[in-house]
C-alpha cells in the first residue's frame, strides 16, 4: 500500500530529508585518502544526533553502523570499519538516512578519491546524471515505470548496467514503504504518480554488462558485483507535487 502523504506528514519528512542532504553535505570534506570508513560513520553518527535526529541503519534489520559505505565494487550496503581506508582511485558511495520527529529522508551520494581513470570520472558523473534525468521525468499522471525506462536507456548506451536486485522505495513515515521503485523497466511498475508520493531513487550502475551482484556470506550485508566490476549510485527522496517533483535531500546552502 502507497502512503500518500498528507501536509502534516510532508513537513515532516521535508527535515528528515534536509537533515540527511546536511550530514552528507557536513561528512564531504572528510571523505580523502587515508580516511577510514569507521571515522565517516562516526562523524556522521554525531552529527546526526546533534540535529535532533537518529541514523536509521543503526540496528535496522542488525545492521551495526550509522551510514552505509561501498567501496569500489561494492554496490550498497557496506559496513563501515576502521580496517577500511580511502586510497587514491577508489570510488565510495556514502548512503544516509536520518530519522527525525519519526520521519525518514534518505539519499547518498559516490566520492572519486584522489585521482582516478577519465572512465571512472565518466561512470560515475553518468550515474549521476541518471537519477537527474529519472527525476526530470516526474509528475503527476507519468507512470513510475519512467524512472526505469529513463535509467536504463541512459546508462546502456555506455555499455554500463543496472542492478536489479535492489531499487529505490517510498520513504518517509517508514524507512523502506511501497511502491519499490525499479531502475529499469518493468511493467510492476506501470502504476500513475500521484501528489504527495514520496520515494527514493538509487539507481545502482555496475561499469559492465553484467547487473548481477553477491552477498557476502561472512558479513551477511556487503553487496557486491558478481564480475566484480565498479559499481556507483546516487540516491535522492523526491515528493511529486502537484504539477512537477520536489527533491527534498539537497542540502541547505552554504
Ligand atoms: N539507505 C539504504 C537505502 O537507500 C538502506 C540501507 S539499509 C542497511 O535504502 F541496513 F543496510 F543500512
Ligand atoms: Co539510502
Ligand atoms: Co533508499
Redesign the pocket.
Known sequence: MIIIKNKEQIEGVKKASKIAANTLKYVEPFIQEGVNTERLNQLCHDYMIQHDSIPATLNYHGFPKSI?TSINNVVCHGIPSEKEILKSGDIVNI???AIHNGYYG???KTYIIGEAKPEVIDFVKRTENSLNLAIKALRPGNLLSIVGTTIQTYVEQFSYSVVREYGGHGVGVHFHEDPHVSHFYTRDNDIKLKKGMIF?I?PMINLSKNWRVVTCKKDGWTVRTQDKSLSAQF?HTVLITHDSYEILTLPDEG
Open positions: 552505509c548512503d544516509v538516512t534518505d539519499c547518498s527514493t538509487e540516491e
